[in-house]
Nanobody, 115 residues
Framework: QVQLVESGGGLVQPGGSLRLSCAASESMSSIYAMGWYRQAPGKQRQWVASIFGASTTSYVDSVKGRFTISRDNAKNTLYLQMNSLKPEDTAVYYC?????????WGQGTQVTVSS
């Protein structure tokens, strides 16, 4: 089973940027789809973005034009570049690998957007 470790979260002011990373324990060349989700306090986990293959991407409407998902298979790392951050982006962010009926998750990284 694949293990995922997120990093890069932190406290940022509104309008700021962060880049999240997710390191995978196996070669990402064998992983077709990967994604990012987030969970705010008291709310359900929400899908944020996915990448399929090398560069096909999809985003939830609320982050389109602000967030960019990408992958570097040579480094076995998934990224989420987050720009123009808003307080409503505050959440724990998780990376995800769907494999058949199983969803693999990392432990999450906290992103807090506040002045």
């Amino acid at each position: 089973q694949v293990q995922l470790v997120e990093s890069g979260g932190g406290l940022v002011q509104p309008g700021g940027s962060l880049r999240l990373s997710c390191a995978a324990s196996e070669s990402m060349s064998s992983i077709y789809a990967m994604g990012w989700y987030r969970q705010a306090p008291g709310k359900q986990r929400q899908w944020v973005a996915s990448i399929f293959g090398a560069s096909t991407t999809s985003y939830v409407d609320s982050v389109k034009g602000r967030f960019t998902i990408s992958r570097d298979n040579a480094k076995n790392t998934l990224y989420l570049q987050m720009n123009s951050l808003k307080p409503e982006d505050t959440a724990v962010y998780y990376c995800n690998v769907p494999r058949g009926a199983t969803m693999f998750w990392g432990q999450g990284t906290q992103v807090t957007v506040s002045s």
